[in-house]
């Protein structure tokens, strides 16, 4: 372990404490939560490097007792010295995780869009597992889901619906999802029991805080009008519904949920806050390398990164190439292991990126 680099660390570990106390970074929500998050990396990279640089010197130790060591001494030296290189190996595994590099949207709460797509009522219908999946899966960890809009399609689906999901690894445990979600089975409508394949988007979006994301005022024009329900039945008498439009990049956002126009407006501004967040890091990620995703394999919406189907009880990730035979559990938010399988090939690339960059220096 380098000992100047840990107490750089060390030194800057000590800075963010004091900034967390500071009634100025306190006070200042974009400033504390950059101070946090540096605050939560920070500690761990301290304890695995005061942990290692241990190990490291109970090594040394331990190389040096045992040349002088003899009979039943040396068995015991040669067994602790052992330990502690293991110890070291585990440990600086474990640095180099750390010293990936990390994710700029972890910590953020993440927006979902979620639409039917190929396949008529049949993909509506889909979009509506889809959802209570998210939905289960945010109860079993522990998040906070809010539904910023939705709009039922005629026969209990879901022509698509926006949601916000609330904790501290949101955006780590949903990033992934992001991309076209195909279903194998028999639709409800079918009379002669065929299997159909329909299919739902998922968009993801990292929730973007009003500092981070300038809009000027003059680069919008906000439409209201009569909110409607399935069928264009009236919701309410009222000109509450709201659409954004931000003229410069086309992108528009209606909500109509709300009574309220200035609620409905309030959760329009948080979805295009979103949107135009994640336009900005996709244009940067795209100007650093023409190689690089926002999410894994691609993450476009016209690529099928996920298969479920019924018949078989099966869900397949086409992007890790993992299948799963229980559907069922799946679909009642047990997802962490597609999760988790997601999140380890995000590493092994990262880890793979940075050999290759290693060997080309």
Known sequence: MDAERLAGWEREYESVLRALS??????DQNRLREASRRHKDLEALVGVGRKLQQAEDDVE???EMLTDASGDDRELIRVELEGAEGQVEALGDQLRLLLLPRDPNDGRNVIIELRGAEGGEEANLFARDLYEMYQRYAERRGFKLEVLSSDPSDRDGLNEITFVVKGEDAWQRFKHEGGTHRVQRVPVTESQGRIHTSAATVTVLPEAEEADVHIDPNDLRVDVFRSSGPGGQSVNTTDSAVRITHIPTGLVVSMQDEKSQIQ????AMVVLRARLLKAEQDRVAAEQSEQ???QVGGGGRSEKIRTYNFKENRVTDHRIRLTLHKLDRVLDGEIDELVDA????ERDRQIEAGGAAAAGE
């Open 342 to 345: 997601l999140l380890d090939d």
């Open 61 to 63: 130790t331990a190389r």
């Open 22 to 27: 500071d009634p100025e970074v306190l006070s």
């Open 264 to 267: 409905n407006r309030a959760r």
């Open 292 to 294: 690089r995703r926002s």
